[in-house]
């Protein structure tokens, strides 16, 4: 195992009812951002929970951050927080809105020119204003992470930036608030959460069965619950279970101390960008592929997975890690998430577009073994057409 620091600040409440509590986790001083997205909280009663457990807070709203959030949107927030005097976000919604309440949150304190350096040249963030979370949709883990994703529309460019600092203080996780979610978005949300997983698992060995056997209790659990979550929507302990699930799978824990891959999601945020699918939905499309490109480098692991994930005896190494490979293309297929390109109506055609945009963002070393570059990534997505 390699040598690890671990420190998630996050405090997670966890449950039914819990909502009402927000107002006792921001201190009444603040002069807080309310940011959600395009309207689902006011149709499914959570917006009129914030409200009401927040009757005490200087509240200012800012609505309408769109999936995949867009610098564009957040500028807005940016000026109303330095318009309003803003001393604290509450994101409530899915991973765009608190991926933009980081942005924003970092954005406000950024002291170059231009905040959008932050994800373009890396530009380190110092400070960030505070920021709490309700989260709606269980998919991404930002809830208790430093990441943020976000996208600029002008140039069609989906990046990522990290900061300790943009962790959420407090997280509400009701898992009752996910059954309005459309199916869509459920399976979305298990597929986001089975590859983050996969991203930090199934690497190389390094001796961490700590590690191992964590993702693969993730892995199982999304396994069973994911196809009940949409065969049986309103049974809470599946939705409980899915919730937790997605956010220890991307909190930091299972990746401490060991290789991590990530070029699932390198490639599949350029997929988003030019043809504006699903987050999940171009996982879906890309790690069945990228699988059986590093199918040698990830032996191994493919095996182990097999054995332990979809619990496979028989047959050679080889015909062990191709069960493995088609039995995953088959539970993102069931759930409903297509896992090709022509399943989403993208020709073969526009994947030299995507393979530019690999380039122009330097996508050069892909992966656990840094070997994947814009033609591999060619080679995955022409398998994946
Ligand atoms: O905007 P509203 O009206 O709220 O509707 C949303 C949106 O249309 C809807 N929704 C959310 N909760 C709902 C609900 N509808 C009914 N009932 C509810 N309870 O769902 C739609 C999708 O929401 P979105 O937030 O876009 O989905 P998700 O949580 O999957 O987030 C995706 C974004 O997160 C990024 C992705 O790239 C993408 O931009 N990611 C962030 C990560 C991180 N910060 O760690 C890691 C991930 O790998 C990912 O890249
Ligand atoms: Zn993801």
């Known amino acids: 195992m390699y040598n690890f620091q671990f420190s998630n600040p996050t405090k997670i409440v966890f449950g039914k009812g819990q909502i009402q509590n927000i107002g006792q986790e921001i201190d009444s001083s603040h002069r807080v951002l309310l940011m959600y997205g395009g309207g689902s909280i006011k149709k499914n009663g959570v917006y009129q929970q914030v409200i009401e457990s927040l009757s005490n807070h200087d509240l200012v709203e800012f609505s309408g951050v769109e999936p995949n959030p867009s610098l564009?949107?957040?500028?807005?927030?940016?000026?109303?927080?330095?318009?309003?005097?803003?001393?604290?976000?509450?994101?409530?919604?899915?991973?765009?809105?608190?991926?933009?309440?980081?942005?924003?949150?970092?954005?406000?304190?950024?002291?170059?020119?231009?905040?959008?350096?932050?994800?373009?040249?890396?530009?380190?963030?110092?400070?960030?204003?505070?920021?709490?979370?309700?989260?709606?949709?269980?998919?991404?883990?930002?809830?208790s992470n430093g990441n943020s994703v976000i996208t600029k529309r002008s140039t069609q460019d989906k990046l990522p930036f990290s900061s300790p600092h943009v962790y959420p203080q407090v997280a509400i996780l009701d898992p009752s608030v996910t059954f309005s979610l459309p199916p869509r978005q459920v399976a979305n949300g298990v597929v986001d959460a089975f590859v983050h997983t996969i991203e930090q698992y199934l690497t190389y060995d390094v001796n961490a069965p700590v590690q191992d056997r964590f993702a693969e209790g993730l892995l199982s659990t999304l396994i069973e619950e994911g196809p009940k979550a949409l065969s049986e929507p309103d049974n809470y302990d599946v939705r409980a279970n899915i919730m937790w699930a997605a956010t220890m799978a991307l909190n930091g824990l299972i990746g401490v101390g060991v290789p991590q891959d990530w070029a699932t999601h390198g490639i599949g945020h350029e997929i988003t960008a030019l043809h504006g699918l699903d987050h999940a939905q171009t996982l879906a499309i890309v790690l069945p592929s990228l699988m059986r490109e590093k199918k040698e480098h990830k032996a191994a692991k493919l095996l182990q997975f097999g054995r332990r994930v979809w619990g496979i005896t028989e047959g050679s190494d080889d015909a062990i890690i191709e069960q493995a490979i088609a039995k995953t293309a088959a539970f993102f297929e069931e759930m409903g998430v297509p896992t090709t390109l022509s399943g989403y109506g993208i020709e073969a055609s526009a994947i030299d577009a995507l393979v530019a945009q690999m380039e122009k963002h330097k996508l050069h070393a892909m992966g656990e073994h840094k070997d994947i570059n814009p033609d591999v990534a060619r080679r995955i997505l022409e398998n994946a057409a």
């Open 72 to 143: 564009e949107t957040l500028s807005k927030a940016i000026e109303l927080v330095e318009s309003k005097g803003i001393d604290y976000i509450l994101a409530v919604g899915g991973g765009s809105v608190i991926d933009g309440a980081k942005f924003v949150a970092a954005a406000a304190k950024f002291e170059g020119d231009d905040p959008w350096d932050i994800l373009a040249k890396g530009a380190k963030v110092v400070s960030a204003l505070p920021l709490s979370c309700i989260l709606t949709l269980p998919a991404t883990g930002t809830e």
